[in-house]
């Protein structure tokens, strides 16, 4: 298994990029006031907790987003002990979860590459097609803003797959030191089944600067690609875990 503390920073990268940062007890506590901040930019990460400390965890959460006047919860770690001593109090207090898992490059690449696609990579927000994959998959303007600046801002790259003058991908990627992260991963609903998203992988993998990072790792939840990326040589490495309350 990869450190797994490694793959927790290179995760939340995401949000620590340009956010204030206080470190507490119980973790570390992200404030990112962006212009087109999401949810999870306001966070507790990397939390750490005994059975013994939920309660005072709580009050800690809630006192910290009283002070910056936000409705919404929102705590995630990699620590699964953590998880399970959270868990009843958090579900108890109208909090959701999900897990997901790091699966990290290890085998070969055995998946089809469509030599029809042609994979070109961009410094992040040049691009616009990118935009309109991400609204097709019925997103918001904001949240590729807010994926565009993090790639921006943490050196990544953007890739857009198109067939003949037809954008039908887009993914991205980073990294962090030395660990390699893949960030969203879109295929064009009328071209899925053809190999767009293998292909830009494939054509990540070739990049530089992942072929000499320590580690390259691409998230998913049970219900996602796994097996896809198993056939792409990826591994599960741990687990990660996210609890969160939204405002009714």
Known sequence: MFDVRRVADAECAQDDCGAAIEICQFGTFIMNHSPVS???????????????????????V???????????RWISGYDIESFANLMPALVQEGYDYQVYWALRKMGPFEKFINPDV??????????LQAKHLFLREGDDPDSLAYVQMMLK????RELIAYMGRTAVGTMGWYV????????????????RG?????????????????????????CANENGPI??????????????????????
């Open 62 to 72: 809630d006192r910290k987003y009283d002070q910056l006047n936000l409705a919404h």
């Open 227 to 248: 097996p896809l990326y198993e056939q792409m040589g990826f591994v599960r490495n741990n687990l990660m875990w996210i609890f969160s309350r939204m405002p009714e």
């Open 176 to 191: 962090y030191q030395g660990v390699a992260r893949f960030t969203f991963i879109l295929t064009h609903p009328n071209y």
């Open 194 to 218: 053809l190999g767009i998203a293998t292909t830009m992988i494939d054509f990540a993998l070739q990049q530089e600067a992942l072929q000499q990072a320590d580690a390259i790792i691409i």
């Open 118 to 127: 042609e994979v070109r990579q961009y410094m992040p927000g040049t691009k």
């Open 153 to 156: 801002r943490l050196g990544g």
């Open 38 to 60: 999401r949810s999870h930019s306001f966070q507790l990460s990397r939390t750490q907790c005994s059975r013994n400390q939920v309660a005072s965890l709580l009050k800690y």
